[in-house]
């Protein structure tokens, strides 16, 4: 059962209770009512927005007890930094994991294969990376995550089952799609903020706090990622760590 399946079985026998309890209910339970339903909505706020707290589904954010980071990369194909990226992971001899969008992947088809010839991995990014994607139906997930799945899977020859959702939102839908598919979703425990990040050290500042076993969030379309990427890759050996797939992290 999710968190948020508990959260609705303490919250609505309140709810219940307090609307048609009438006299029978002493005043005292109304005031502790509002205080764990606003407690619950709270819960359910932060589940939606915060991928790791696992609250409509498990999700993978980082594997405890290993040497092993996993490198990610959102948002992509973009012909033009995700090739350089791959030059750049192809001189250390480093692996990782792409989750792209469905109809950049259709638009670039000749850059997913590059990807795919050089041993790294693809994950589903939904189609269209909707601003609104979080208020969709299950149906329109899974349309989106079917679609997408299709083009990964004849670039790939195999089943994928890695999904990523857009801005790590999730949702009863979204987690319902992901289960009836039988997705894995994978967070992250290091987000880089290098779609917001203007200078190195705001970008290497959040990923020098690397450590065995994390996932670190990067997005292959962003210039200022392809030009410290080395140094990322430097900052994980120095740290005795292997960079791998995040198929290969969670094993």
């Known amino acids: 059962m999710s968190k948020f399946h508990q959260t609705l079985l303490i919250g609505l026998p309140l709810i219940v209770i307090s609307f048609y309890g009438g006299n029978t209910v002493h005043p005292a339970f109304y005031f502790l009512s509002g205080v764990l ?4 909505l709270f819960r359910i706020v932060m589940g939606v927005i ?3 707290n696992n609250f409509f589904m498990k999700s993978w954010i980082r594997k405890e007890g290993v040497q092993k980071v996993a490198l990610t990369f959102d948002d992509g194909p973009n012909k033009e930094t995700t090739e350089k990226i791959l030059e750049i992971l192809g001189q250390y001899n480093v692996k990782a994991t792409f989750f792209c969008i469905g109809h950049k992947i259709e638009e670039d088809f000749e850059t997913i294969e590059k990807i795919v010839a050089q041993g790294h991995e693809i994950g589903n990014h939904t189609w269209s990376h909707s601003y609104f994607f979080d208020l969709y139906p299950t149906k329109k997930v899974k349309e989106e995550l079917q679609h997408t799945n299709a083009l990964i899977e004849e670039a790939t020859k195999r089943e994928n089952k890695l999904f990523r959702p857009p801005y790590g939102v999730t949702n009863p839908h979204i987690a319902k799609a992901v289960k009836t598919l039988g997705l894995h979703s994978v967070g992250w425990s290091i987000r880089s903020l290098d779609t917001i990040a203007k200078t190195k050290k705001e970008l290497i500042g959040k ?3 690397v450590s065995g076993g994390d996932v670190i969030l990067l997005h292959d379309t962003m210039q200022i990622t392809v030009d ?6 430097k900052i994980i ?3 005795n760590l292997q960079a791998v797939t995040v198929s290969e992290l969670f094993n």
Do not use: G
């Open 37 to 40: 339903l606003i407690t619950a």
């Open 50 to 52: 915060k991928i790791e």
């Open 207 to 209: 990923v020098e706090k």
């Open 237 to 239: 050996q120095r740290k």
């Open 228 to 233: 410290h990427l080395e140094e990322i890759i």
